[in-house]
């Protein structure tokens, strides 16, 4: 069974960056899709970004043109890079692992336990 560790969260000014790691353990990560969601406070889960084991990148449209999505196969390690944050992109940014990268939760069989993504106005 896999497990998903994710780190690099924390406090940012509005217009700064973080990148988002996903480590993990137990399985290798190469031919599964993976994905980034996120959720605010009072809010519902909401999909950010998903890459197949291919490399083909999928965003939703509030971050792109300002995130980036990448995978270190080797590392079995998935990245976020996020650039020119906003204080509405404030939330605990979750990784998961599924077989498809679908924006939806259902798609994904593996989630890590989150990393706080805190942007300052």
């Known amino acids: 069974q896999v497990q998903l560790v994710e780190s690099g969260g924390g406090l940012v000014q509005a217009g700064g960056s973080l990148r988002l790691s996903c480590a993990a353990s137990?399985?290798?990560?190469?031919?599964?899709?993976m994905g980034w969601f996120r959720q605010a406070p009072g809010k519902e889960r909401e999909f950010v970004s998903a890459?197949?084991?291919?490399?083909?990148?999928y965003y939703t449209d509030s971050v792109k043109g300002r995130f980036t999505i990448s995978r270190d196969n080797a590392k079995n390690t998935v990245y976020l890079q996020m650039n020119s944050l906003k204080p509405e992109d404030t939330a605990v940014y979750y990784c998961?692992?599924?077989?498809?990268?679908?924006?939806?939760?259902?798609?994904?069989?593996?989630w890590g336990q989150g990393t706080q993504v805190t942007v300052s106005s």
């Open positions: 137990g399985r290798t990560l190469s031919m599964f899709a």
């Open positions: 998961a692992s599924g077989l498809r990268a679908t924006m939806t939760m259902a798609g994904y069989s593996a």
């Open positions: 890459i197949t084991w291919d490399e083909v990148a």
